[in-house]
């Protein structure tokens, strides 16, 4: 038999101690009764703490129902509130004299959750511009249940530069 999990929740494991969701049992001596338990996958179990999104489509990774500018995939992996305005952007700009530093904030169990999130960057803002920041750029801190990610670059001259969080739901 196969424990199948419902849109949302993934498999745990079995009353028994058995830890694949399909099992073969052969040759049982006597009645057998498992229980499968499931587990609310991590994004689903973080916007259940948002009661007031009541639709389910504003429920959604890429819906915005507070209406800020950041998909609920950015606030759940920035640890903002999905339900409310965020007030100032999650992607932090220093600029010193000779670098320009790009930072955001990021929650590992977002990431450990297949939640893929990095800085972009673009010289034009057009929709087929922006790339991944370069890797020997990219510098990650860990905070313990969170990251640092910063992108370190040389100030360009005239140029301009803009610099975005890019996150890819699984
Ligand atoms: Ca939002």
């Known amino acids: 038999m196969t424990a199948v999990p419902n849109p949302g929740y993934s498999f745990a494991s079995w009353s028994d101690g058995v830890l694949t969701a399909a099992r073969t049992d052969t040759n049982p001596q006597a009645n057998l009764s498992v229980t499968a338990t499931f587990a609310m996958a991590p994004y689903d179990s973080w916007v259940t703490n948002f009661p007031d999104i009541t639709n389910p489509t504003d429920r959604e990774p890429a819906a915005d129902p507070d209406k800020d500018g950041l998909a609920n995939s950015i606030e759940f992996v920035t640890g903002s509130d999905p339900s409310k305005p965020s007030s100032g952007a999650p992607l932090k700009t220093n600029v010193g004299t000779t670098h320009v530093v790009y930072q955001f904030i990021r929650v590992k169990a977002a990431g450990e959750a297949g939640f893929v999130s990095r800085i972009e960057l673009s010289g034009q803002l057009g929709a087929a511009s922006w790339n991944p920041a370069d890797p020997g750029a990219v510098a990650i801190i860990d905070n313990g249940p969170t990251e640092t990610v910063?992108?370190?670059?040389?100030?360009?001259?005239?140029?301009?530069?803009?610099?975005?969080?890019?996150?890819?739901?699984?």
């Open 150 to 170: 910063s992108v370190t670059l040389p100030l360009v001259g005239a140029g301009k530069r803009f610099a975005r969080i890019k996150v890819i739901a699984p």
